[in-house]
């Protein structure tokens, strides 16, 4: 099953404008990270927040979790056309000794030019 | 240039007819697991490897397999290869922190696998 899903699976907007896009998980982690995927293409590795944090920045993403809600939010300001991609956030559950990690379905952003 | 590599990058085979999809990362990274990409279901972990010869199960290992003899090497097998296993399969690896917690997972290009 699905650790983490995203919300909304698809999201449009004009370059210029913010989108935010949401994670919610069902048990503990050790930390969350959020990947772009350019179609067809392997994933690229945004941020990382961990599990004692609750907001992280790097340039125009801002990255928050809420452990208590289990759910994180990715914001990506002042849109560009090149930040149409696939989202997703991917959680780090330990299982046994060993980790998992586990990926959403994703969020599919088109920014309009 | 640190980077994941897969080989083949597009297979088009039949059923039953064994394969395998090579994986191999110039990191040094300690982690590294196989995925498969399906339209609405997102990315699912197949198998993950903590360090040489220590394997274990994803969310969907039937019909799969793995080996890790080597650090950098981490191939997968499909022994008999169905068309449900028809698919887009990346590789990943990581460092892993003394926790046990992962960074950041370095993605292979993708394996575009057609069974027929």
């Known amino acids: 099953s699905q650790q983490g899903e995203e919300d909304p699976q698809a999201l449009s907007i004009q370059e210029g404008e913010n989108a935010t896009m949401n994670c919610s998980y069902k048990t503990s982690i050790n930390n969350l990270q959020w990947y772009r995927q350019n179609s067809g293409r392997g994933l690229v590795h945004l941020i990382l927040i961990r599990s004692n944090e609750r907001e992280k920045h790097s340039g125009r993403l801002r990255v928050t979790l809420d452990t208590s809600k289990k759910s994180s939010s990715l914001l990506i300001t002042a849109s560009r056309a090149a930040d149409t991609a696939s989202y997703f956030c991917?959680?780090?559950?330990?299982?046994?000794?060993?980790?998992?990690?586990?990926f959403g379905i994703g969020t599919k952003l088109q920014v309009i030019p | 240039e640190a980077q994941v590599t897969q080989n083949p990058r597009y297979l088009i085979t039949v059923t039953g007819k064994k394969l395998t999809v090579t994986c191999s990362q110039n990191m040094n990274h300690e982690y590294m697991s196989w995925y498969r990409q399906d339209p609405g279901l997102g990315l699912r972990q197949i198998y993950y490897?903590?360090?040489?010869?220590?394997?274990d199960k994803g969310d969907v290992p039937e019909g799969y397999k793995v080996s890790r003899k080597e650090k950098r090497n981490f191939p997968l097998i499909l022994e008999s290869p169905s068309p449900n296993q028809t698919s887009l399969y990346f590789c990943?690896?990581?460092?892993?922190?003394?926790?046990?917690?992962?960074?950041?997972?370095?993605f292979g290009p993708g394996t575009r696998l057609t069974v027929t």
């Open positions: 991917a959680t780090d559950v330990k299982s046994g000794g060993y980790q998992k990690v586990t």
């Open positions: 990943a690896s990581s460092l892993i922190s003394p926790s046990g917690s992962s960074y950041e997972q370095y």
């Open positions: 490897s903590m360090n040489v010869e220590v394997t």
